[in-house]
């Protein structure tokens, strides 16, 4: 399981990488319901995060030769709607105003009428792209869409039509999800730096380079950054999220496992190789405990009564009592 789970209510989402979305009761982890997305094409699998609107969930497949965005109702699982992407879309879906902007595998941009499935416009800012490597998930900020390509470029789209406001030639290719900080759209390359890029002119602010190839979704909590980097062992670092300078920095044998860090008011959880979750405090950087999770931890949700829900590389998911804070 890539993504992580979200709690809705009494019920915890997540899709799988065999193509199921499970609505598990939270409390005990029995199947409320699941929708097993095969059905709908081949080799389907669940990458992007669900994106919760009041009482429906829209989350999208990928996979060849089509997949699907959709949306549910949360509580009963009937599907409201469907719409067709070639290879599908393996990215988090943004809420736009009252439209649901996703980017598909083949680089289509995409806004949805959040309410009817009615496509409104579709764009290809890069061309066709292959569907490997994956496509970064998107950000927005105002009247401005921002996506990456999988080779080296951003663009900023205009959010009413999807037309090109600018295009930015980066070092390499992108690898991380795309983060808005103010005034500013930061990404992680290949080549081991993080791009400060001015949203409005699509301008270089400044780009920091790091220990190691940035990866997942960096997570902005105040003023800190938290990124997540590879280079033989793993590194979670806590950036200043305007200067880039790094603050702390945590290091695990292989690699941090959970794409993106969980970020609590005092706390980051992240899981690792060695089948452990790691919390640490969000400040200073100190350990705070390490317990065994028996599995490879990948996508981790909490909900407000104190459980963390952990989804697994082999597809178990598993709820613990989180300390309190």
């Given at each position: 399981m890539f993504v992580s789970p979200t709690v809705a209510g009494d019920a915890v989402i997540i899709g799988s990488c065999a193509g199921t979305l499970y609505a598990l009761d939270r409390a005990t982890g029995d199947p409320i319901w699941f929708y097993d997305a095969n059905g709908d094409g081949s080799a389907v699998q669940f990458h992007g995060e669900p994106l919760l609107l009041g009482e429906r969930v829209v989350v999208a497949t990928d996979g060849d030769p089509t997949a699907h965005l959709y949306s549910f109702d949360i509580a009963s699982g009937d599907l409201q709607w469907k719409v067709p992407f070639k290879s599908g879309v393996a990215t988090?879906?943004?809420?736009v105003d009252d439209r649901v902007v996703v980017v598909s595998a083949q680089g289509e941009v995409a806004a949805v009428d959040a309410q009817t499935g009615n496509v409104l416009w579709r764009v290809m800012p890069a061309?066709?792209?292959?569907?490997?490597p994956y496509i970064p998930s998107p950000a927005h900020a105002a009247n401005r869409i921002l996506v990456a390509d999988n080779k080296n470029q951003i663009f900023a789209l205009d959010a009413k039509d999807g037309s090109t406001v600018w295009r930015k030639t980066?070092?390499?290719?992108p690898n991380t999800s795309l983060a808005?900080?103010?005034d500013s759209v930061v990404v992680g390359t290949e080549d081991r730096y993080l791009h400060w890029i001015a949203i409005d002119s699509g301008d270089s602010r400044q780009r920091v380079q790091l220990p190691g190839i940035p990866h997942g979704t960096p997570i902005l909590a105040a003023r800190l950054l938290f990124v997540l980097t590879t280079a033989g062992t793993g590194n979670l670092l806590a950036l200043d999220a305007q200067s880039g300078e790094i603050r702390w920095k945590q290091e695990t044998p292989e690699e941090w496992t959970t794409y993106r860090p969980?970020?609590?008011?005092?706390?980051?959880?992240?899981g690792n190789q060695e089948k452990n979750l790691c919390s640490f405090d969000r400040a200073s950087g100190v350990l705070r405990w390490c317990r065994p999770a028996g599995q490879i931890p990948r996508g981790l949700g909490i909900s407000p009564d104190?459980?963390?829900y952990v989804g697994s590389r082999s597809g178990i998911v598993q709820a613990f009592p989180f300390p309190a804070e």
């Open positions: 988090t879906p943004l809420l061309g066709a792209l292959e569907s490997i980066l070092s390499a290719r808005v900080i103010g969980l970020v609590t008011p005092t706390a980051v959880i992240v104190g459980r963390l």
